[in-house]
């Protein structure tokens, strides 16, 4: 039972470069999170998913798209990544409204 | 604007010793988490409360719905509870709101 993977762990781009971030669980969650975590900030909700085929924005979504195709997987992607996207993402996943939450082990993303 | 607050920011604190994190929040909620991150590790979910008080070996969280407030305590603390503790609410829509967290070090 690996809970939340997140792929890849760290990754370094370049200005304009575009990429995906895996988010996998295994534990049949409907709630999917994508948050960003910055220095002084709490973990910012980019996007989020509540069933497979659903997505929707949440508090900074510019520059980021997803996708839920498949109930276990969540998607993040960077169109073309900006030195402000510099950041630790976290997927996260949920089976209900109140129910435990699942993290993955982050995501560390640089651009230069 | 912040929905949830936390106290204090930072805790230095020695071996044995009892910690309090506090976390305020300024939403209706349906649900509290604490969550805790080592340094450059992931995010694990120590408690989820509606209600009352929650006791997971030396640490202990409670909840007063009334007040908006919610607290974490750490008994006889060790190093290894060195860590960022994290408050964060389920509002009435499908989002957490989280606090920016209390980095919390014990010193042997």
């Known amino acids: 039972n690996a809970g939340v993977t997140q792929t890849p762990k760290f990754r370094v781009l370049k200005t304009g470069q575009s990429m995906t971030l895996l988010c996998a669980q295994d534990m049949n969650h409907e709630y999917m999170y994508w948050y960003r975590q910055d220095p002084g900030m709490g973990l910012r909700l980019i996007h989020y998913?509540?069933?497979?085929?659903?997505?929707a924005k949440g508090e900074v979504p510019d520059g980021y798209n997803v996708s839920r195709l498949k109930k276990q997987n969540f998607l993040l992607g960077l169109e073309s990544a900006a030195p402000s996207q510099t950041s630790v993402y976290f997927c996260a996943s949920r089976w209900g409204r109140v129910t435990e939450a699942f993290f993955g082990q982050g995501t560390r993303l640089t651009v230069v | 604007k912040n929905e949830v607050e936390q106290s204090p920011q930072n805790l230095t604190a020695q071996e044995g010793e009892f910690i309090t994190i506090n976390c305020s929040y300024s939403v209706g909620i349906s649900a509290l988490h604490w969550l805790q991150q080592h340094p450059g590790g992931g995010i694990v979910s120590l408690f989820m409360l509606s209600s009352g008080k929650k006791k997971h070996g030396r640490l202990i969280a409670t909840i007063n719905i009334q007040e908006k407030h919610s607290s974490l305590h750490i008994t006889a603390s060790h190093p290894r509870d060195s860590a960022v503790y994290i408050c964060a609410v389920v509002g009435s829509g499908n989002q957490f709101y989280f606090g920016t967290g209390t980095s919390l070090t014990v010193i042997p």
């Open positions: 998913s509540v069933g497979e085929g659903t997505t």
